[in-house]
């Protein structure tokens, strides 16, 4: 019996194309994209198709059929293609991008039907973003591997393949979550046994960014020591450093990572630096949001300290100065290095305006060297080089100028890494760019004319000839014009014809007419138009391509000769960027304290804090740009070494007075000062803290079914676990979630805790009046009050912070500012009267604990009869039948 025929067998037959693309897509893995080159568009097929529309929002469409379905295709152009990939990095995918390796010319030399040779790349994720279009100039964009031995412990690497920064630091289990959220990586490599851990996941700050699991065998301590050794060429890393296990771990896995996405090149970094992680300020997540450093709540960079204080002028200093305030020093000796720098430049003024002025000429250094050592780099990257390395020279002439200036070490430092003076073949590539490159090059080089006349003579008679050529043809137009009597006649090009003679058909049997001896030969009739060519256009059109591709040829190869001789300078600009982004931050923050009336802190070893007219800078900042009244500044007094002053202080007052922003803009003078910084105040004394704790405002976690009161239990456990004499805590309204009581009782231990068993530098706000009766047994505690008004039937608030507790609420005031409707808030009045009256005669009808209202000390009651009847008694000398009767008589007196 015969086989039956396939009649779909044709539908079932897989192209040569289809072939190569299933190919490199089970080589580029089901989790990433395809973008697969076909001509001029990156074209997507089947699942990546239908992702990519629905998350671009681009049509889906269908080409061909595979194994008798459809395939679905969409494509983006490749010359807009980095808006596409931006779009879809940000929301969580990974792309692949597969160029064509050959010409379809090359590929036909295999055979007609030869597909061109296709290969991935590129990886593109969210952390190893280079291009100029896809990241923030004033931002990071890092990416983080985390490590944990066999002996539990654990270890980061992180790197910005952008810039060339790459760190490892051994981390403690219980600093971790704080170290991931200083970093904020854009995506995270960690080992699968780590990631399928759902106690350890839950503990990280995950919030944006992209999870990336490997296999455990990628973080083989071997492996990785192998990998950095034959990375950065060395025998051995002790001249790196002194590196743990763990390090080692971490950082070789994020390199194995970083050249698995850049498909095996190797991946630019500057050799690993080692950071301990007790160098910096612990600040966790929760304190982080609450603080509001670089983002506000609502993930915004407006309203956040950052943007406030920032104003820096390039954005490697934007990103340096963002670097600082996420991980303020604990070291006070470095802490003061740059806080003299600093002042050096808030009290030189001139000085300051001329640095500024140099800075905004410069361009990022630091990804513009990174992006040539990768091969993405254009002439643009080149002259941003040149031009820094120039400036750089020019600021260290600016301080020629003064040779009396008391410069810091810092700033001296930094003019050292600048000048090139000693640094003669550096100082010969800056000036040969200079000379090399045109003031305005394009950004690819592939574009061409970007080098200046005189550098190369052969290329200026390339270009010669190409324009000379050029202004021939618009003769020639002139010409054939005239010669043919056609005055719209025009000499036009194409990459098919070449150079030809256009006229329109109402004109092209006047052309055709000059008969045998006519110069023009028919080429091609269109609808709108007939195009002729001549025998000397013809030749000078190969005369004007060959000078045009030659001359490109030319360019492109002086371009690869410049990229050589960068990235073989590429450790020496690295560092020239990282001293213009220091020079950057030192006076923006002077320039910030000039603005702003901010003080050097005196910062030391102590356990003080004393802060007099300390103002908030974001909502000093927010105050000014509103035209309203100024800030009320207000003084704080703390310190955890003297038994005189107090270390914990209780803040009541009512709501609206102001109670958070007096606890968060005390916290914000630790992070200011240690990162650095001036603070906006009178006059500061700040001992160093070791970390800082914020519980402040309310939230919940749904997704981890933790309600806004076990959230703030949370926080607040982690606090008192992890507060030392060294560390500054703000707590506002401890207890609140929950019923009176239990709040009350929570807020009491808490404060106790803090006090006696942390001995913290600490600020509790609060609203139980009871805990100030606490506060006043406590030797190292004091009670402050935000002061508030009643004026006319209204409530004035007056911001300022002074020594004793409040003595009322005024909630239902601040209820009627909200906009409570007036009965409402007659009937709340009526109630609060009642209530205040009802615990007066010591009658709480409620059974409610009395907040904001002092408590009276209860009335010495009028002795009764019987009291005064026994009182009076001397029981030695009763005998039994008058204590008999003492009784029947006692018992008549109570009736």
């Not at 303020?328 to 300051?352: G, H, K, M, Q, W």
């Not at 600016?398 to 003669?424: E, T, W």
């Not at 220091?582 to 002077?590: A, E, F, H, K």
């Not at 209204?794 to 004793?804: A, I, N, S």
Request: net charge neutral; charged share 25%; with cysteine.
């Amino acid at each position: 019996m015969n086989a039956p025929v396939n009649t779909d067998k044709k539908a079932h037959k897989v192209t040569p194309m289809m072939a190569q693309f299933l190919g490199i897509k089970a080589e580029a893995g089901p989790d990433v994209l395809l973008f697969y080159r076909m001509g001029d568009f990156y074209e997507l097929f089947f699942e990546d198709a239908v992702k990519a529309a629905e998350a671009l929002d681009i049509a889906l469409t269908k080409r061909g059929k595979h194994k008798g379905e459809d395939i679905a295709m969409c494509g983006v152009p490749v010359h807009s293609s980095e808006t596409y990939l931006q779009r879809l990095i940000k929301k969580g995918f990974r792309v692949a991008v597969c160029e064509q390796t050959e010409s379809p010319a090359e590929a036909k030399k295999r055979g007609y039907k030869s597909v061109v040779n296709r290969a991935i790349v590129r990886v593109v994720t969210p952390g190893t973003l280079t291009e100029d279009t896809l990241l923030d100039a004033r931002g990071r964009n890092l990416i983080l591997a985390i490590s944990k031995t066999l002996a539990g412990d654990y270890a980061l690497a992180w790197a910005d393949i952008s810039d060339g920064l790459f760190h490892v630091c051994d981390v403690p289990e219980t600093r971790l979550a704080s170290e991931v959220s200083a970093l904020s990586p854009r995506e995270i490599v960690l080992p699968e046994s780590l990631y399928q851990l759902p106690e350890f996941m839950a503990g990280l700050p995950l919030s944006g960014t992209a999870l990336t699991p490997q296999p455990s065998t990628k973080f083989d301590v071997r492996s990785g020591e192998r990998r950095l050794k034959d990375r950065f060429d060395v025998k051995s890393l002790d001249g790196f450093g002194h590196f743990s296990k763990a390090e080692i771990s971490a950082a070789g896995a994020l390199l194995d990572y970083l050249e698995l996405t850049q498909a095996g090149n190797p991946v630019q970094l500057s050799p690993p630096q080692r950071r301990v992680a007790s160098g910096f300020m612990a600040i966790d997540p929760a304190t982080r949001m609450s603080l509001e450093i670089d983002r506000t709540q609502k993930g915004k960079k407006a309203g956040s300290l950052l943007s406030v204080i920032d104003k820096t002028v390039t954005g490697p200093g934007a990103r340096l100065l963002s670097d600082r305030l996420a991980r303020p020093l604990v070291d006070v000796i470095e802490i003061n290095r740059r806080l003299e720098a600093v002042s050096f430049f808030e009290t030189e003024t001139e000085l300051r305006s001329q640095l500024r002025r140099h800075l905004k000429e410069i361009g990022d250094m630091a990804r513009a060297i990174s992006r040539i050592a990768l091969g993405r780099g254009g002439p643009r990257d080149l002259s941003t080089l040149g031009r820094g390395l120039k400036q750089g020279e020019q600021l260290c002439a600016v301080f020629a100028r003064s040779p009396d200036l008391d410069i810091p070490r810092n700033v001296s430092l930094a003019l050292k890494q600048l000048s090139l003076s000693d640094k003669g073949d550096l100082a010969s590539f800056a000036s040969d760019i200079s000379k090399a490159f045109l003031p305005d090059v394009p950004m690819m080089a592939r574009d061409g004319n970007f080098i200046a006349a005189g550098w190369r003579a052969d290329l200026d008679e390339l270009k010669k000839l190409r324009d000379d050529s050029r202004r021939i043809v618009a003769g020639l137009q002139a010409e054939y014009s005239k010669a043919a009597d056609v005055p719209t006649l025009k000499i036009k090009h194409n990459n098919v014809l070449g150079y030809f003679v256009e006229v329109t058909p109402k004109h092209a049997d006047t052309v055709l007419s000059q008969g045998a001896e006519s110069q023009f030969i028919h080429r091609q009739t269109l609808g709108s138009c007939v195009r002729f060519t001549t025998t000397e256009l013809a030749e000078l059109d190969a005369k004007i391509s060959g000078a045009g591709d030659k001359a490109l040829a030319l360019e492109l190869e002086i371009f690869a000769e410049f990229a050589v001789r960068a990235s073989a300078f590429s450790e020496a600009i690295r560092a020239a960027a990282s001293a213009l982004a220091q020079l950057d931050v030192q006076t923006g923050l002077g320039e910030w304290a000039a603005q702003y009336q901010a003080v050097r802190p005196l910062v030391d070893d102590s356990l003080a804090f004393d802060i007099k007219g300390g103002r908030h800078p974001v909502v000093e900042a927010a105050l000014k740009k509103a035209g309203d009244a100024g800030f009320t500044a207000n003084d704080c007094s703390l310190d955890a070494s003297l038994k005189s002053a107090p270390r914990l202080t209780l803040i009541t007052g009512p709501n609206m007075a102001g109670k958070s922003t007096y606890l968060r803009q005390n916290a914000l003078m630790f992070i200011l000062a240690q990162a650095g910084s001036f603070v906006p105040a009178e006059s500061a004394h700040i001992g160093a803290a070791d970390s800082l704790f914020s519980r402040v405002g309310a939230s919940d976690d749904l997704s981890q079914g933790r309600s806004t009161f076990m959230i703030e239990m949370i926080e607040t456990a982690a606090i008192l676990n992890q507060a030392t004499e060294r560390t500054f805590v703000i707590l506002d309204e401890i207890g609140r979630g929950t019923a009176t009581f239990d709040g009350l009782s929570i807020a009491w231990a808490a404060a106790e805790h803090l006090h006696a068993v942390n001995k913290s530098r600490a600020l509790f706000a609060t609203h139980y009046h009871e805990l100030t009766d606490l506060i006043e047994n406590l030797d190292g505690a004091s009670n402050a009050s935000l002061r508030a008004k009643e004026w006319d039937g209204d409530l004035v608030f007056l911001h300022d912070v002074r020594p004793g507790a409040a003595d009322k609420s005024y909630g239902v005031q601040v209820a009627k500012l909200a906009g409570l409707p007036p009965a409402a808030v007659a009937r709340a009045r009526e109630v609060l009267n009642k209530l205040e009256a009802d615990h007066d005669g010591q009658k709480d009808s409620l059974g409610a604990l009395p907040l904001f209202t002092a408590a009276s000390a209860p009335s010495k009651a009028k002795p009764s009869e019987v009291e005064l009847a026994i009182k009076a008694l001397n029981a030695d000398e009763l005998s039994p039948r008058a204590a008999l009767d003492l009784i029947y008589d006692l018992k008549a007196k109570l009736t």
